[in-house]
């Protein structure tokens, strides 16, 4: 069994900041824990406004806190994210993500990513990212 706390890993390099500013992300469960999905607590920063396309993963996303919406590309549908709310992006959407407040959100992942990961060009994450050491 292994036991981690959010406030323990958010002072290692489990913490991932974005390099544009928009999120910062904790992985609490990554490739490495064999568990065949990845689980992070990830926050989306007060304005933060960027579009994601995870062509190499599955992601559902749980918001804790804040307020803000997903906007789908394809069809361009707009769904607002408040607490308790759970997005599934079951089809590799493409979608941009707008936070009105800053929001906490519980995000999970599959195929589950290595730890460095940072969104790439297409707003995706590669499926060959560097792991964490240690």
Known sequence: MKVRRLDQAKQTERRIVSPDGNW???????????????????????????QMHYQNH???????????EVETLDDGKVYPIGPGTLYILDRHDKHILRAFKEMTMACVFNPPLNGKEVHNAEGAYELDAEALEG
Do not use: P, W
């Not at 490739?31 to 933060?48: C, E, L, R």
């Not at 599955?58 to 803000?68: D, K, Q, R, T």
């Open 58 to 68: 599955l992601e559902s996303v749980y918001c804790i806190s804040g307020e803000g």
């Open 24 to 50: 910062e992300s904790t992985r609490m469960l990554l490739k490495d824990d064999n568990m065949g999905f990845s689980f992070h607590i990830t926050t989306i920063y007060q304005g933060a406004d960027f």
